[in-house]
T-cell receptor, first 113, second 114 residues
């Protein structure tokens, strides 16, 4: 079974730009969560999507948004990029319920110049 | 603020020894608990999941959960140099109705000396 696929793997952007990251979950997984990982803050929860609806949201500004499509693929968008948005963005998928653990993709490393 | 706390380490153990990693969490109602291993430059990899009090064993790994003490631990028996990584404790506050809002600890760096 293929794992969680994130594209692109690396991105370089400049301040003020916007970026869209993509995540394809493991086949059959309907829950997709996004996390930001930085050396200073560690792994922080951004949001979770389930059946095309945002089910949970972390404490990030509105510049961070996401969506999920009917095939469970998800995208995350960051607008008006700031230097502090430089991070590894990780997507994790899971089956129906939180009793099932999440499995992570390889991540997208975003660098802001 | 719901928190998950881990000793950042580094924890250094000789090859073949038992490594003991600990984690405490603040939300008493938390339902699901996970241990992930993360190698430098890689994404987290699930090691263990545990949902009820007691021990859960999988190969060289044993997870222990004590909800009354709000404490989760991971024991690695017969530690190998390949176990050298950062171990992340993760806690999901809600059960089957709430979805995921997983909180991760900062991680404990483990070094296994050959």
């Amino acid at each position: 079974k293929a794992g969680v696929t994130q594209t692109p793997r690396y991105l370089i952007k400049t301040r003020g730009q916007q970026v869209t990251l993509s995540c394809s979950p493991i086949s059959g997984h309907r829950s997709v969560s996004w996390y930001q990982q930085t050396p200073g803050q560690g792994l922080q929860f951004l949001f979770e999507y389930f059946s095309e609806t945002q089910r949970n949201k972390g404490n990030f500004p509105g510049r961070f948004s996401g969506r999920q499509f009917s095939n469970s693929r998800s995208e995350m968008n960051v607008s008006t990029l700031e230097l502090g948005d430089s991070a590894l963005y990780l997507c994790a998928s899971s089956p129906e319920t939180p009793e099932e653990p999440q499995h992570f993709g390889d991540g997208t490393r975003l660098s802001i110049l | 603020q719901k928190e998950v706390e881990q000793n950042s380490g580094p924890l250094s153990v000789p090859e073949g020894a038992i490594a003991s990693l600990n984690c405490t969490y603040s939300d008493r109602g938390s339902q699901s608990f996970f241990w992930y291993r993360q190698y430098s430059g890689k994404s987290p990899e699930l090691i263990m999941s545990i949902y009820s009090n007691g021990d859960k064993e999988d190969g060289r790994f044993t997870a222990q959960l004590n909800k009354a003490s709000q404490y989760v631990s991971l024991l690695i028996r017969d530690s190998q140099p390949s176990d050298s990584a950062t171990y992340l404790c993760a806690v999901n506050p809600w059960g089957h109705t709430g979805g995921f809002k997983t909180i991760f600890g900062a991680g404990t760096r483990l070094f296994v000396k050959a």
